[in-house]
């Protein structure tokens, strides 16, 4: 049974500042992994989404790799800003399955 | 393009009581999802549809029905509802997740339904 981590669960960073943000699996047979951003009281956006044949995907500030063989996605936000400031989940799409597994999320404050 | 819209937005409901949560998509996707969160949690799928007549369940189908008449539309339906479904309901839809042409499998999710029971 696939699980998704995400660690870690809350970060704050000062303006600026460039961060990663972890997404863990269990099963690497994966079709693909996205990354959505959720405002409060809000749904979630899909921010960049990876195939399994690719090994990153760029959207602005923002990058996302995907490491099947050792079950790891990161996303990269550089440069980051107030208006980051929001929940980030990760989600899998396992190979033989139409089911999307989400981790609980990180949610990130940047300072000004 | 109005994407996946969600009614209502708000609701609260008794002990007991039964109610539909309507989800409806535009983009003509073949895959629909209802998917609830809980505080401090991710989300747990309830069901979801690979098209029209065709449904499954997710992790915690109990106390929820569906149904998918149509491309378009994929109702949430709670039968006696109880405190345990208090939480935000979230329907999504996808085209074709599993193959490898551009732009498929991306989720795209509605505004979301908060629910209370009491």
């Known amino acids: 049974k696939q699980e998704v981590t995400q660690i870690p669960a809350a970060l704050s960073v000062p303006e600026g500042e460039n961060l990663v943000l972890n997404c863990s699996f269990t099963?690497?047979?994966?079709?693909?992994l996205q990354w959505f951003r959720q405002d409060p009281g809000k749904g979630l956006t899909s921010l960049l989404l990876?195939?399994?044949?690719?090994r990153e995907q760029t959207s602005g500030r923002l990058n996302a790799s995907l490491d099947k063989s050792s079950g790891r996605s990161t996303l990269y936000i550089a440069a980051s800003q107030p208006g980051d400031s929001a929940t980030y989940l990760c989600?899998?799409?396992?190979?033989?399955?139409?089911?999307?597994?989400f981790g609980t999320g990180t949610r990130l404050k940047v300072l000004a | 393009n109005a994407g996946v819209t969600q009614t209502p937005k708000f609701r609260i409901l008794k002990i007991g009581q039964s109610m539909t949560l309507q989800c409806t998509q535009d983009?003509?996707?073949?895959?629909m999802y209802w998917y609830r969160q809980d505080p401090g949690m991710g989300l747990k799928l309830i069901y979801y549809?690979?098209?029209?007549?065709?449904?499954d369940k997710g992790e915690v189908p109990n106390g929820y029905n569906v149904s998918r008449s149509t491309t378009e539309d994929f109702p949430l339906r709670l039968e006696l509802a109880a405190p345990s479904q208090t939480s935000v309901y979230f329907c999504?839809?996808?085209?074709?997740?599993?193959?490898?042409?551009?732009?498929?499998?991306?989720?795209?999710f509605g505004e979301g339904s908060r629910l209370t029971v009491l």
């Open positions: 989600a899998s799409l396992t190979s033989g399955t139409y089911k999307y597994i």
């Open positions: 983009m003509n996707h073949n895959y």
């Open positions: 099963d690497s047979a994966i079709y693909n």
């Open positions: 990876i195939q399994s044949s690719q």
């Open positions: 999504a839809s996808s085209i074709n997740p599993g193959t490898s042409g551009s732009g498929t499998g991306e989720l795209f």
């Open positions: 549809s690979v098209g029209a007549g065709i449904t």
